[in-house]
Each structure stands twice: as structure tokens, then as C-alpha cells.
């Protein structure tokens, strides 16, 4: 007999949601997204990957605001999601600092390859959808 005064062992007793078809279908969406964008291709010779976003982000007035709106689909995959607001505000901040970066000339482009702001998204994304 235990001495637990909640009974037998409670921790068997927690429900570990599994997520819902909704979800997965989200995180494959996103997971997508984000590979694009940050880790589609790699630096010959080396193991550092690169998506789209920094090639964007080189051309002239929009590259930067089109790689922000790509970037932005992941946000609105969390809001439709529920995600909670300081997550949500989080994921936003990301991609606020991948746009500042980005628009400094010649050092944009770089910190482009190394801010990777869908791939933290993708992250926050999972770590709520898991922590249910």
C-alpha cells in the first residue's frame, strides 16, 4: 500500500495529447515553409545551410518585405492554432529581428544566413503543440 494520500501513482494518470490531424497538418505546412527558407541549400564545402530568405532579401525595395510575408505564414499558422499570446508575440519579435537585420546593407544579407526565424518559429510551434 502507498503512502500517497492522492492514491496510486498519479503521474500514470496524465494525459499526453497527441495532436489532432488540424495540427500535423499545420507543423508539416510550416516545417516546410521553414526548410525553404532557411535550410533548403548548402554552402558547398561546408555544413552551414541557407534557405531562400537571404536571397530574397538581396533584391532591391521588397526582398526584405517579401521574406517577412513568407515568414509571416508560420505566425498565422499559430494564431489559427490558438497559440497563446507570448508565444505569438515571440514568434513576431523573430521576424522583426530578421527584418531589421536583414535591411542592413551588405551585413543583411549575412545575418540573413545566420538569424533563422522560421526555424525558431517552427520550434515555439512545436514546443506549444507538445506541451498541451
Known sequence: MTDDPDGPDRASEIAVETPTDRERGALRRVRWVSNLMDEAFRIPGTKRHF??????????IGGDAVAAA?????LVEAVLLGVPKRV???MALNIAIDVLGGLLPV???VFDLFWKANE??????ERHIGAR
Open 120 to 125: 525558431r518559429n517552427v520550434a515555439l510551434l
Open 70 to 74: 513568407i515568414s509571416a505564414y508560420v
Open 107 to 109: 551585413v543583411g544579407t
Open 51 to 60: 534557405g531562400l530568405d537571404p536571397v530574397i532579401s538581396v533584391l532591391p
Open 88 to 90: 505569438l508575440a515571440t
